[in-house]
């Protein structure tokens, strides 16, 4: 029999269904690089996490009781009796509260998939129903995305137009990259990844003789041979270098102003900061070096050599996740525009090579299929990183981007395709901000921390067990996601779930338009290729595409260079900023009066790092990046996931040196520590890290023990604190801890327990 085909957001599969059991999945074979997440997503051990039934928590069902979540045993119930009870609830909670009562930001990564997309289906349900109080931005770029728009162009825009690989093996000689350029990140990609291209590309640069500088506190995140060169530096500490670089650069005489004066606006403004006169100090590569422990006789060299190369400028959005997130990406642009070279081949700067696989693609680029959600009539909102805000300062005001806004009065939570007990910072906050809404209604697949937190928890199917169109930005493929395999136990796909639900509350039509799955996908589809046929690529009709499996865009691929559209003409191609060029200095933002985000790039101490005086109490910095195995807290529970675990938990990487100080030996059970939590988790040395640093990866599945996380959740320690005023972004890698060695037995790990039902 032919085989199908699925996406992932970490790959494409093609799928043999079986005559019984579960299909089995290979990696797409085009794709030159396939990654091992997911390959078990169907092994046993995955499989007997999933969600049979709908379940409501006890003490909810018995008395409506706030108490009791996270903690109370389940009780089964069908899908009828369920699907009345949200119903009742939504309708309780519109009458006596309106429909401002109900949060559905729903934040989360859900599954691939252009139709069964939960977030959009949530979205649209309520929008049917009169709306309710959302979530703006991501915790992937909190801080990004509100302040590119404002001096050089949004992320969305940003992230899909990247000069691609094959153009920086060709032109680039210096390749910098603040936060490496982590190959275990580029397996993913959201809503699918195709063609997995990071690890040529950085093959390609190295065998070219490019020559690649990675800095920051993590030396194993650029794998490109053995040239490249590692600049040891302190967390959250980049700006300070970037700053002292731009001085260097500005007094050196192969400086040219010729880009500044014809694609900016705003340099005269900055330079008094720069040089000093505005505050009597230089951020010279004096004054950043206790900053940031690079030496200055470094930092001049290696500003001297980008002023002499064609240079490529990278940096990680981790580096825009912690406090003051702003500031290392605008004084990154910033550093690019006075080299000049931003819309040359080769030159200028990336965010983000190495956050995903689609940086650096030269696939082409059209709009994708999309499930429309309609209007949404409630104008209250969050930053989704201020959940925990929201629900523990209703009707208090906060600063976002310019305004001033106050946090709705959450009544019912309703969440579909995310985990907060995976993303969110300082969850012991989290779970008493959690014991606020009268009601919680959780879409899981899997019995996981989200799961368990709720009051009513609907079993959700997965991507295998429904039709679905795949189709993710420059990725180069749509994919026809056939349904490979019956839905486990009675799980429901989140439309049928919100059908059923908007049937009792009469607005099955507006929801459904009277469409099946299969008419959805159709309806999409072709409405999707009349719009990129006017882009003059004519895609096949539905039956085709269906039949057909898989659209390879390949045919179309070309060589990109990101803003050499505006470069050739700045007036024809401006930016959408409000003067149309890159803005060193944004008089909107300026104009906006925040204390901790002026008008120009600046250096703002982070809240808890290094140099700071917390640093006595606890002297490790803390980075919780993406995990390697898995995606967030996805697929944990997989063999592949669990393989890479250190004594039953997440490996935390410590520098010998800090270990040997505390007695502690590779693979021994360590607690980390701060006053907002601890986790335990398995003791990993490595000498690539810089001393006082480690570095915890998120997506271990939370598995609370009082303050305590018996797995490694490294988001029982991060702070939650809006990385500034303007973008109130999440920032978890603004974090000190200190850690010590577990005597005794440790707690065996309970994440992976079913709850009491
Ligand atoms: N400390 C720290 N914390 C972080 C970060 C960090 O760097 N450090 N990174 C942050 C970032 S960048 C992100 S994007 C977030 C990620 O946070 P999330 O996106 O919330 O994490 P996931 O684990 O992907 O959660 C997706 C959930 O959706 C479920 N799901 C999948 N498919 C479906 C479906 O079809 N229907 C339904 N109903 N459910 C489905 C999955 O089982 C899973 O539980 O974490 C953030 N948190
Ligand atoms: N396998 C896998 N891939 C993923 C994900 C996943 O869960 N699993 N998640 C995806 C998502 S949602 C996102 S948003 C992207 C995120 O992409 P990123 O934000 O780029 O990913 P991180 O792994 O958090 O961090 C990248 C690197 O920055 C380094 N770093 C941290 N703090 C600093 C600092 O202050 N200075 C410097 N110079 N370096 C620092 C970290 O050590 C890490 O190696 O990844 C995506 N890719
Ligand atoms: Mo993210």
């Not at 470094?298 to 002023?307: E, G, I, K, V």
Request: proline residues 7%; contains cysteine.
């Amino acid at each position: 029999m032919k085989h199908t085909y699925s996406a992932a957001h970490w790959g494409i599969y093609e799928v043999d269904p079986q005559p019984e059991g579960a299909p089995v999945l290979r990696p797409l074979s085009a794709d030159p690089d396939p990654t091992r997440i997911g390959l078990d997503q169907l092994s046993p051990e995955v499989r007997r996490l999933r969600i049979a039934r709908p379940a409501v928590r006890k003490g909810w069902l018995e008395g409506r009781s706030r108490d009791g979540r996270g903690g109370e045993p389940f009780v089964e119930i069908d899908w009828d009796e369920a699907l009345d009870l949200v119903a009742g609830e939504i309708t309780r909670v519109r009458t006596d509260w309106g429909n401002r009562a109900i949060f559905a930001g729903s934040y989360g990564w859900a599954s691939a998939g252009r139709f069964h997309h939960a977030q959009s289906q949530l979205h649209r349900f309520y929008n049917c129903l009169g709306g309710y109080a959302r979530s703006v931005d991501s915790y992937s770029l909190g801080a990004g995305r509100v302040l590119m728009p404002h001096i050089a162009v949004d992320m969305d825009s940003s992230n899909a137009s990247h000069t691609s690989w094959d153009v920086l093996e060709d032109h680039c000689t210096l390749f910098v990259s603040f936060g490496g350029v982590p190959l275990k990140n580029t397996q993913v990609s959201s809503s699918g990844a195709g063609r997995h291209r990071a690890r040529a590309g950085l093959a390609g640069l190295a065998s070219a003789g490019v020559r690649i500088v990675n800095i920051g506190p993590v030396g194993d995140n650029l794998e490109a041979g053995a040239g490249v060169e590692w600049i040891p530096l302190r967390p959250n500490t980049d700006t300070a270098l970037m700053l002292a670089l731009a001085h260097a650069v500005y007094h050196d005489p192969a400086f040219d102003r010729a880009f500044i004066d014809s694609h900016t606006v705003g340099f005269d403004r900055f330079v008094p900061y720069l040089v000093g006169t505005a505050d009597g100090v230089a951020k010279s590569p004096e004054w950043a070096e206790p900053i940031t422990g690079v030496p200055a006789a470094a930092t001049r060299a290696l500003a001297a050599a980008m002023l002499r190369n064609r240079t490529m400028l990278n940096a990680a959005w981790a580096l825009q996740r912690a406090a003051h997130g702003e500031q290392p990406f605008w004084a990154l642009v910033t550093l690019a525009a006075m080299l000049g070279q931003i819309g040359l081949p080769g030159g200028g700067y990336g965010l983000g090579y190495g956050a995903m696989n689609v940086m650096g693609s030269a696939h082409v680029r059209i709009p994708g299929p999309v499930f429309p959600q309609g209007r949404n009539a409630v104008a209250d909102f969050i930053p989704c990183a201020r959940l925990a805000d929201m629900l523990l300062h209703p009707g208090e005001p906060f600063r976002y981007n310019g305004g001033e806004h106050r946090y709705p009065d959450i009544k019912l939570v309703h969440w579909a395709g995310g985990n907060p007990f995976h993303h969110h910072q300082d969850l012991n906050r989290l779970r008493r901000a959690w014991a606020r809404p009268e009601t919680i209604v959780v879409h899981e697949q899997y019995w996981n921390a989200a799961a368990r937190h709720a009051d009513i928890v609907l079993p959700a199917s997965t991507a295998l067990e429904r039709n679905d169109i795949g189709f993710a930005t420059r990725e180069g493929y749509y994919i026809a996601m056939k349904q490979a395999m019956a839905p486990q136990g009675e799980a429901r796909s989140d439309h049928a779930i919100l059908a059923g639900v908007a049937e009792r509350l009469g607005v099955a039509e507006a929801f459904g338009e009277r469409r099946d799955e299969m008419a959805w996908l159709r309806q999409i589809y072709e409405s999707n290729r009349a719009r990129v046929g006017e882009t003059g690529l004519a895609l096949p009709d539905f039956d085709a595409f269906w039949e057909q499996g898989l659209i390879d865009l390949a045919p179309h691929d070309a060589p990109h260079v990101m803003h050499a559209d505006f470069r050739a003409d700045a007036v024809a191609h401006p930016l959408p900023t409000p003067s149309g060029r890159i803005e060193i200095f944004s008089e909107r933002i300026a104009g906006f009066g925040l204390g901790d985000c002026p008008g120009h790039p600046v250096w703002r101490e982070p809240f808890e790092w290094l140099g700071g005086a917390e640093a006595d109490r606890f002297p490790l910095h803390l980075i919780s990046d993406q995990p390697e195995r898995r995606l967030h807290s996805q697929l944990d529970p997989s063999p592949w996931s669990r393989a890479g675990k250190v004594a039953g938990r997440e490996g935390v990487h410590i520098h010998p040196a800090d270990a040997a100080a505390r007695g502690i030996g590779d693979g021994d059970v360590v607690e980390l520590f701060n006053d907002r939590g601890r986790c335990l988790a398995g003791a990993v040395l490595n000498e690539r890290l810089l001393r006082g640093v480690v570095r915890l990866s998120t997506g271990a599945w939370y598995d609370p023990d009082g303050m305590r996380d018996r797995h490694g959740n490294p988001n029982v320690l991060t702070l939650d604190r809006g990385s500034s005023e303007l973008s109130q972004g999440c920032s978890a890698h603004s974090c000190l801890v200190d850690l010590r060695k577990w005597t005794g037995e440790a707690p065996p790990v309970r994440a992976f327990d079913l709850p009491r039902i």
